[in-house]
């Protein structure tokens, strides 16, 4: 099982729906990360989080330490919303290790 | 302020050989990390490098090596390229290791073919 494990692994919608994606980890953390992914390989740090919730514009991230579990949350979603969405989290202590899920492709339909 | 950077963008080698890729840190960061990230998959931790000093490593061989420099620029060495060393490397810099410094900003990455 990996450590870090995202869902859905796929995600069509159409344009104006609210869309969440869901992280869930087995490990201690001490920070949470949500990243935007487009084609091309290109990476966005959305958010980086370790207890409760964050808003940036459309975007919402949550996080739950106890059940550790995250979620992003996309509202009024638009076609340029569509990229691969990747939960990462940062565990590790003094010893750095950043542990990412395998990313959920987002598309977008207008 | 200037984002961070990678060179070369793109890159052929063979089998064998060795390769070392470049990361410009954001300005005003300590802290590089360098990722795989393999066709379809999530990124993988290669390892960080915080003030010129190796400051984690995930699950890679020997033959992946690093260095960061005083001006916090980093270099990732590969040697013995395999075919499976074919990804798209990323590098990423942040304020700090960690808590609120560890933010990470993504370069553009480096994609390796290894024939």
């Known amino acids: 099982k990996n450590e870090v494990e995202q869902s859905p692994q796929n995600l069509t919608a159409q344009e104006g729906e609210f869309i969440t994606i869901n992280c869930s980890y087995s490990?201690?953390?001490?920070?949470l990360h949500w990243l935007q992914q487009h084609p091309g390989g290109g990476i966005v740090s959305l958010f980086m989080?370790?207890?409760g919730k964050k808003k940036h514009g459309r975007l919402i991230a949550t996080i739950n330490i106890q059940e550790k579990h995250s979620s992003l949350h996309i509202t009024a979603s638009h076609p340029r919303d569509s990229a691969v969405y990747i939960c990462?989290?940062?565990?590790?202590?003094?010893?750095?290790?950043?542990?990412f899920g395998k990313g959920t492709l987002l598309t977008v339909n207008p | 302020e200037t984002g961070v950077t990678q060179s070369p963008t793109h890159l052929i080698k063979t089998r064998g050989q060795q390769v070392t890729l470049r990361c410009s840190s954001q300005?005003?960061?300590?802290?590089v990390s360098w990722y795989q990230q393999a066709l379809g998959q999530g990124p993988q931790f290669i390892f960080q490098?915080?003030?010129?000093?190796?400051?984690g490593r995930g699950n890679f061989p020997p033959r992946f090596s690093g260095l960061q420099f005083p001006n916090y620029s980093s270099e990732l060495n590969v040697n013995a390229l395999e075919l499976d060393d074919s990804a798209l490397y990323l590098c990423?810099?942040?304020?700090?290791?960690?808590?609120?410094?560890?933010?990470?900003?993504f370069g553009p990455g480096t994609r390796l073919t290894v024939l």
């Open positions: 990423a810099s942040s304020l700090g290791p960690q808590g609120p410094y560890n933010e990470q900003f």
């Open positions: 490990v201690g953390i001490s920070a």
């Open positions: 989080l370790s207890s």
């Open positions: 990462a989290v940062l565990s590790g202590g003094s010893n750095y290790k950043l542990t």
């Open positions: 300005s005003g960061h300590n802290t």
């Open positions: 490098y915080y003030r010129e000093e190796e400051n």
